[in-house]
Structure formats: structure tokens, C-alpha cells
């Protein structure tokens, strides 16, 4: 699996379930999607479906978040 660009920042945890069963692409773009929101600090989305398939949303959704964090604190530091 390729973890470049935005994909680099996504956490162990959300690489594991992207890389458990089912369609890794497929589950990597997904996992992207909410990377972004979280990124932008936009409200997650409601989620339906497996446990499995949100706990890989709320796992990308929490790597967002923390990058965005991270660089709210370095603009303050700067």
C-alpha cells in the first residue's frame, strides 16, 4: 500500500484496518474522505454500516484532527 501525501499522516491504527479484509483502495479513499473532514474541522459524518468500517472512519476522522491541532499549535509557537 502506498502512504504518500496526505496518506502519510494517517495513524497505524487506521492503516490496519485499511489493510484488514475487503478492498484496501477502496477502503483507503474512504478513510481519506474523513481524514479531510477532520483536517478542516468540519463535523464527522453520521455514520451507517459495520463496526469495522466505522471504527476505520472515526480512527481517519481522529488523524485529522490531530494534524490539525498540531498545526494550530505551531502557529502559535511561531
Given at each position: 500500500?502506498?502512504?504518500?501525501?496526505?496518506a502519510s499522516n494517517l495513524s497505524d491504527k487506521t492503516r490496519f484496518y485499511i489493510e484488514r479484509?475487503?478492498?484496501p483502495?477502496?477502503?483507503l479513499n474512504y478513510a481519506l474522505k474523513a481524514y479531510s473532514k477532520g483536517l478542516l474541522g468540519e463535523a464527522?459524518?453520521?455514520l451507517v454500516g459495520s463496526d469495522e468500517k466505522k471504527a476505520l472512519y472515526n480512527h481517519a476522522y481522529e488523524d485529522?484532527?490531530?494534524?490539525?491541532?498540531?498545526r494550530e499549535q505551531e502557529a502559535k509557537h511561531e
Open positions: 500500500m502506498d502512504y504518500s501525501g496526505y479484509n475487503g478492498d483502495d477502496q477502503k464527522p459524518d453520521e485529522g484532527v490531530n494534524v490539525r491541532q498540531a
